[in-house]
């Protein structure tokens, strides 16, 4: 018998959740590992025939490869830095798929009173978390708050182009995109005639069907303090889980912890939480909701949670303590 045990990284930091469990029955599992979307992306298909696993696995790994082409912000070539660069001159065409992504950002973004805000990329681009992040100083992050706005989105139904109101503002994607380009490859999968599989993109788990021999996926949620320890562990098929923490992308400078969750209201990083999964029908709902609730912070992102239907949670706040959006949901955990 053939055991797993593995997690995903996001450069050096073990990503949110990670998968557990062991091989056995008919099918054979195959998997693969590549670097896109700045993180580590691991697909792993259970299949009678590798050739088709395969095929399904590259398949998939392309369409991340193409959304990360297409919306990435570091990536001078693809659509959201154009939109970022010209937005602000006229409306840019993007297409019916990124027309229809940027409505459910806003969306989210009424959803969750600005908590979620795709708009955040004036004022993250000044703490360069990507270089290994700074402390801005306040003058200069109270200078870039006015372009923080998703109300500030302009969109042409006609033409599915987007522009901004206001000179100087940007997108930012990566609490969406992510999850959305996981459901995206998803269906290329499916579409391949694959039924039991995974793709975990640094901790955006989407999973459909179960691992061989049982009825589910075994998923761990990682501590977020204690690196490579889990948390809690979840039995999981045919769903989306993701966590968002302040443990993924953060520097320490005198002392705190910056991490890369911004609220948009203060450009800061959101305190209250340390870690935020939530498990949804889809991986774009799932990341979207992660970060607004923990920008929310434990109560009212927990009131967040609860109000959107089918969509369940845990939140660890900044002591510790766990908050659970059901007691179903907290006896689902193996802890």
């Not at 912000?73 to 027309?99: D, M, Q, W, Y």
């Not at 501590?223 to 443990?247: M, N, Q, W």
Request: aromatic share 8%; proline share 4%.
């Amino acid at each position: 018998m053939i055991c797993l045990r593995y997690w995903s990284s996001c450069g050096v930091i073990a990503a949110a959740i990670f998968m557990v469990g062991c091989l056995s029955g008919k099918e054979d599992l195959y998997n693969e590992t590549k670097i896109i979307m700045g993180t580590v992306v691991q697909i792993t298909v259970a299949h009678h025939s590798e050739e088709q696993a395969r095929a399904g696995i590259r398949a998939a790994m392309s369409e991340l490869q193409r959304v990360d082409d297409l919306l990435s912000v570091s990536k001078p070539g693809s659509l959201v830095t154009k939109i970022n660069r010209e937005g602000s001159s006229g409306k840019i065409p993007v297409g019916a798929e990124v027309f229809s992504l940027l409505r459910d950002t806003v969306a989210m973004s009424s959803a969750s009173d600005g908590a979620f805000d795709a708009t955040i990329w004036p004022v993250a681009e000044l703490w360069d978390f990507d270089k290994g992040g700074m402390v801005p100083k306040p003058t200069l992050i109270a200078s870039k708050l006015p372009l923080v706005g998703y109300q500030n989105i302009l969109f042409d139904d006609s033409a599915m182009s987007v522009g901004f109101a206001r000179q100087g503002m940007g997108l930012d994607l990566g609490a969406i995109a992510k999850g959305w380009a996981v459901d995206r490859a998803m269906e290329k999968l499916k579409s391949l005639g694959i039924r039991n599989a995974i793709i975990d993109a640094g901790g955006d788990l989407r999973i459909i069907g179960a691992r061989p021999g049982k009825d589910f996926w075994k998923i761990g949620v990682q501590h977020p303090r204690e690196p490579g320890a889990l948390l809690t562990t979840f039995s999981l098929r045919d769903t989306a889980i993701v966590t968002s923490g302040d443990y993924e992308r953060f520097f320490i400078a005198e002392g705190i912890r910056y991490h890369h969750i911004l609220e948009p209201a203060t450009g800061q990083p959101a305190r209250g939480c340390r870690s935020v999964t939530v498990v949804a029908a889809t991986a774009e709902e799932a990341d979207a909701c992660a970060t607004a609730a923990f920008v929310l912070g434990p109560q009212k992102g927990l009131a967040f949670l609860r109000a959107r239907p089918g969509l369940q949670g845990l939140i660890v706040d900044d002591r510790g303590a766990l908050h659970w959006t059901d007691e179903a949901f907290e006896r689902m955990a193996g802890r």
